[in-house]
T-cell receptor, first 112, second 116 residues
Framework: GQQVMQIPQYQHVQEGEDFTTYCNSSTTLSNIQWYKQRPGGHPVFLIQLVKSGEVKKQKRLTFQFGEAKKNSSLHITATQTTDVGTYFCAGDRSGTASKLTFGTGTRLQVTL | EAGVVQSPRYKIIEKKQPVAFWCNPISGHNTLYWYLQNLGQGPELLIRYENEEAVDDSQLPKDRFSAERLKGVDSTLKIQPAELGDSAVYLC??????????????FGPGTRLTVL
């Protein structure tokens, strides 16, 4: 079946440093979504990427979808303590984001 | 607007006992999902409903798990009998389910199940 892997599993940074998590799918995707889960919380939708090579920005967050639509990345510039949580990518092959395969997640810890 | 509501938030049971979880999706959302999330892992889909129809239950362990969404609104997920390995967080999510569109999923707070 489809597998979605993320690296690293865990990263600890000091506030102000940059952070990047990488997502790789074993199969070509229709689209990819990113979610953030705070400690003790539930996943919250961040963004969806659809087009090959697409880049989207949300303030300090930059999301990229690979040319082959099999990988994606999330980059956070100048991390803040509010960025703490686990970031999941979720790959979709259905075309309507109705069957997501979530990645293994990257847990981000930010300290002052 | 209210989000996805789940109850109970926490449940502790002994193995071999039955347990049920309830979910009320966001009003107007046609698609409802049940996920299982183990500690340190991403959510795994158990079942997906389009209105009252279960359109994807391929990952649901049907020997002990069952689910229903009788009127196409709220849903119940049941485990009978529960096993130690069922300890996890059970998440419910919903989406508009618009045909031909990409649908963002909204998650509820989850039910944390502990089987002793």
């Amino acid at each position: 079946g489809q597998q979605v892997m993320q690296i690293p599993q865990y990263q600890h940074v000091q506030e102000g440093e940059d952070f990047t998590t990488y997502c790789n799918s074993s199969t070509t995707l229709s689209n990819i979504q990113w979610y953030k889960q705070r400690p003790g919380g539930h996943p919250v939708f961040l963004i969806q990427l659809v087009k090959s090579g697409e880049v989207k920005k949300q303030k300090r967050l930059t999301f990229q979808f690979g040319e082959a639509k099999k990988n994606s990345s999330l980059h956070i510039t100048a991390t803040q303590t509010t960025d703490v949580g686990t970031y999941f990518c979720a790959g979709d092959r259905s075309g309507t984001a109705s069957k997501l395969t979530f990645g293994t997640g990257t847990r981000l810890q930010v300290t002052l | 607007e209210a989000g996805v509501v789940q109850s109970p938030r926490y449940k502790i049971i002994e193995k071999k006992q039955p347990v049920a979880f309830w979910c009320n999706p966001i009003s107007g959302h046609n698609t409802l999902y049940w996920y299982l999330q183990n500690l340190g892992q991403g959510p795994e889909l158990l079942i997906r409903y389009e209105n009252e129809e279960a359109v994807d239950d391929s990952q649901l362990p049907k020997d002990r798990f069952s689910a229903e969404r009788l009127k196409g609104v709220d849903s119940t997920l049941k485990i009978q009998p529960a096993e130690l390995g069922d300890s996890a967080v059970y998440l419910c999510a919903s989406s508009l389910g618009l045909a031909g569109a990409y649908n963002e999923q909204f998650f509820g707070p989850g039910t944390r199940l502990t089987v002793l």
